[in-house]
């Protein structure tokens, strides 16, 4: 008998499912995800061949920026329902004798960045809503010794964070007394162990074989 020949037919695949998937992820991540905020001043910071990481959570960051200013930022631990800026403002508003709305203080927490702004004029920057109005308020935390502001800053986020760990991110053509006045300020709150924030530098290796 003949062999019965069956039809080719050539495989058809519906790609309409996985392209609603995509979609529908992309989507999800757009409305979910976090736009990262640029830094107030702009930091070059000086390399090493350093690869430990940085902490994802529980830490403070004292930036000096080029031109000798100094700035603050603070995470809100791993859960953000701790409200750790929260409560760190409103304990250096008591020291400064200022009273933060909760509007100010959601605002507050919800700003991603560091901030160099002293404290009279906190009002005036997290009421603000032009950048330039902000960065013109951005003078630099106080640390002279008639208001060391930046003391206070390091004093109640260890109050309110105890796991908090210390984190420096300095240009590297910052002035040296204004890195010595920081790690000053530093010790004077028991914090002896902190990180350098460097750009990872690469290491190249040779070989005197030829």
Known sequence: ?????????????????????????????MLTATMKTSEPAPIDTPSSVSEK?????????????????????VDNGKDTILHFRTKILEEMGKRYNIVFTPAELRQFEQYGTSMGVAMNDMKAFLAAKDPKVKSALEKGIPIDSVDNQMAYWVLYTREVNPAVQALIKG???VE??????????????????????TNLRKVEVTSDKK
């Open 176 to 197: 040296y007394p204004v890195v010595k006045k920081v790690l000053d300020i530093l010790q004077d709150k028991n914090v002896s162990r902190f990180s350098l924030v």
């Open 171 to 173: 240009d590297a053509d």
């Open 1 to 29: 008998m003949p062999k019965i020949k069956l039809p080719s037919k050539s495989p058809h695949i519906d790609m309409t499912p996985l392209v609603d998937l995509f979609s529908l992820l992309l989507t999800f991540f």
């Open 53 to 73: 990481p940085s902490p994802d959570a529980n830490i403070m960051t004292v930036v000096l920026a080029k031109d000798n200013r100094v700035f603050f930022n």
